[in-house]
């Protein structure tokens, strides 16, 4: 099968289940509904999967492996691995148009871990070197010593990547500011395309939850911000004592924060839902109140933010990464004034004190949000690009 583009990344939704896997492979099925034979690269998660694969989506997957994270050279074998493996899938497709959304795939390409000879695209997501090593998850076997060396030498990467990648994509002005750090021409020419969500799936349905609902998807780390939304509960519950708060979603704070729930007294009103089904998601949405984003350092784009707003449902959210981008055109009190526990917390109070804001901002929601978060929209933005490159 001849492919016109090879969307190259760290894993494959459904393999994985993050924002970057499902950000890509919902691109690559929006241009297969296109016309585009896009084919995406990633690792293999799951040991069963196969080396490729056609998803129901027309989507063909090329997996590659990697040395396990159990490993305490996982650090020093994965780009080498990484290397080979992309090295060989790229020369089994010759002709195809290359476009990175992370940065380690992108070595065979990029001086001097590779060879510039063939050109590429690249869309930062977010710094890696920030938001994946530095966060590590718990899932890193990384000694402490090690760290820093392994955090600076990603970024190298990262920065050489950008440089070099012929065009540069990002999904917020957040981001361009991101990609400024690794490179300040890249940053200044970079091209903003959006994220891209499902408009057939995310749109307003159903009736709000009569008593004050509040909710929020995050992963349990502490970038999220979720031990601060917790902890800015009680003041909410002190002011509001009907408000609940459900959180979806998982991550190796969980412990932490459902000590911190029962240390507050907070156990009849917060309620962790774990990891829920898309159909689930979105009932949680249509249903909440106010859908609160809590981030405290970096946010590409703000998937859960759109996701809300499409679904008809105001979110507030801090003055964090590219999230008040995404509600710019709403009432500022849906941006706190900072995104400690405090602020959120006066922030949430100011909203339930004024049911009228909330209800206005609900009739306008989602707008022509809608269109421009459409993954129509995106995969001919992406097209265009593309197309453009070819010339």
Not at 148 to 172: D, H, T, Y
Not at 255 to 269: K, M, Q, S, V
Request: glycine content about 8%.
């Amino acid at each position: 099968m001849e492919i016109d583009v090879l969307l190259m990344t760290n894993a494959v939704a459904p393999d994985k289940l993050g924002g970057l896997e499902r950000y890509v492979r919902e691109l690559a099925a929006a241009l297969v509904r296109a016309g585009v034979k896009a084919a995406v690269v990633g690792k293999r998660v799951l040991p069963d999967s196969p080396d490729t694969e056609i998803g129901t989506d027309g989507v063909r997957v090329i997996r590659h492996d990697v040395p396990s994270k159990a490993s305490r050279s996982f650090a020093l074998q994965y780009p080498w691995r990484t290397w080979r493996s992309i090295r060989s899938i790229l020369d089994q497709h010759p002709r195809a148009l290359l476009h990175g959304h992370f940065p380690l795939p992108m070595l065979p390409l990029a001086r001097p871990y590779g060879s510039a000879t063939r050109p590429f695209l690249y869309t930062l997501h977010a710094p890696v070197h920030k938001e994946l090593l530095v966060e590590r998850q718990g899932t890193y076997a990384l000694p402490g010593v090690v760290q820093r060396p392994v955090v600076g030498a990603l970024r190298r990467v990262e920065a050489s990547v950008v440089n070099q990648a012929s065009r540069v994509a990002v999904l917020s002005e957040f981001m361009r500011g991101q990609v400024a750090e690794l490179s300040p021409r890249a940053g200044a020419e970079a091209m903003l395309i959006p994220g891209g969500v499902d408009t057939a799936v995310f749109e307003p349905g159903g009736t709000p939850h009569p008593e004050p609902l509040l909710f929020t998807a995050r992963r349990l780390t502490p970038r999220t911000g979720v031990t601060e939304l917790i902890a800015a509960m009680t003041a909410v519950v002190a002011k509001h004592p009907r408000a609940r708060l459900a959180i979806a979603g998982d991550g190796h704070l969980r412990g932490r924060i459902e000590a911190d729930i029962a240390a507050l007294g907070l156990t009849g009103n917060v309620q962790l839902l774990g990891r829920v089904s898309d159909e689930d998601l979105l009932a949680w949405y249509r249903r909440a109140t106010l859908t609160v984003m809590p981030t405290t350092e970096l946010e590409g784009f703000g998937l859960t933010t759109a996701e809300s707003l499409l679904c008809g449902t105001p979110v507030l959210v801090t003055p964090v990464g590219a999230n008040p981008e995404l509600v710019a055109d709403m009432d500022p009190r849906f941006v706190t004034a900072g995104a400690d526990h405090a602020d959120i917390a006066e922030g949430i109070i100011a909203l339930l004190d004024s049911p009228a804001t909330l209800a206005e901002a609900r009739r306008s929601l989602p707008g022509a949000k809608a269109t421009h978060w459409s993954w129509d929209t995106v995969a001919a933005r992406h097209i265009d690009w593309y197309e453009e490159m070819r010339r």
